[in-house]
């Protein structure tokens, strides 16, 4: 029997999880499908991974939904002005995934000419303690009238189609699906450098790709989108449209199938 295992974490997640689970994989895999080309890097570089036995595919959202939303009432739930300019981003309130670095952005729109009209949205589960440490860190920075997290919701996609745009924060991320299913309501993508497979998908027209976890030229990225409605409204059109010409469920599932066909025969 032939073990095909899918690859979709990089080295922070294989770790915390163990690495002698790690070694128990690379043990049992006959073949490796991966999510990204920084897996595809992470395992044949990093982990010695025989190159011959990996196959790279695109990730893909489960659900391709942009179901619509009364957008000011949802805004109004946030107790957001109609006419702000949101900032979304989405993931567990965890270290590696940035929330601190959502707060730092806030900080440093806070400086700039249309500070007023910014807001700030994070949706994605938080326990106590997390709770508790972006509560102080929002009262620290001063910027807690401007920041919100919501928690979880089963209902992610409500939040983001009152987005202007979504900031990935992701200190390392193997690829970000959450931002293919923000981008179906053709807002503009923003990320870090870390986020090197989220990269591969924005490549120069659907949104920006950040330097060294840099808050500052993330903002001006925003600022600069802020002010010409023109590039924010055509890179969320590229964005989305990628979405469904190269990540859908179909078009993927179909190249994974005969990639398992191959692999196996």
Request: charged share 25%.
């Amino acid at each position: 029997m032939k073990v095909v295992t899918h690859m979709h974490e990089l080295a922070y997640v294989v770790k915390s999880l163990g690495e002698e689970n790690l070694e128990l994989v690379k043990e049992h895999t006959n073949h490796y499908i991966t999510s990204s080309p920084s897996v595809t890097k992470y395992l044949t570089q990093t982990l010695k991974v025989n190159p011959a036995i990996v196959k790279e595919t695109k990730c893909f959202p489960l659900h391709i939904n942009s179901k619509e939303f009364n957008r000011v009432a949802v805004k109004a739930e946030l107790s957001i002005p109609t006419d702000s300019f949101i900032i979304g981003s989405a993931g567990t309130v965890e270290w590696r995934k940035g929330w601190d670095l959502f707060i730092r952005l806030a900080e440093q729109l806070k400086k700039s000419a249309a500070a007023e009209n910014f807001y700030l949205v994070w949706v994605g589960n938080l326990n106590a303690k997390a709770r508790a440490e972006v509560e102080m860190e929002l009262k620290l920075s001063g910027v807690e009238a401007k920041v919100i997290f919501t928690g979880a919701t089963p209902t992610p996609e409500k939040y983001f189609s009152i987005f202007d745009v979504f900031c990935l924060m992701s200190r390392e991320e193997a690829f970000g699906i959450v931002a293919l299913e923000a981008a179906l309501y053709q807002i503009p993508i923003v990320c870090f450098e870390g986020a090197e497979g989220l990269s591969t998908f924005i490549k120069n027209d659907a949104g920006y790709v950040i330097p060294d976890l840099d808050t500052s030229e993330m903002a001006k990225a925003i600022v600069e989108l802020s002010n010409s409605l023109e590039k924010k409204n055509g890179m969320g059109r590229t964005a989305s449209k990628r979405v469904l010409d190269e990540y859908s469920v179909s078009n993927q599932v179909e190249k994974i199938v005969h990639l398992l066909e191959e692999l196996v025969s």
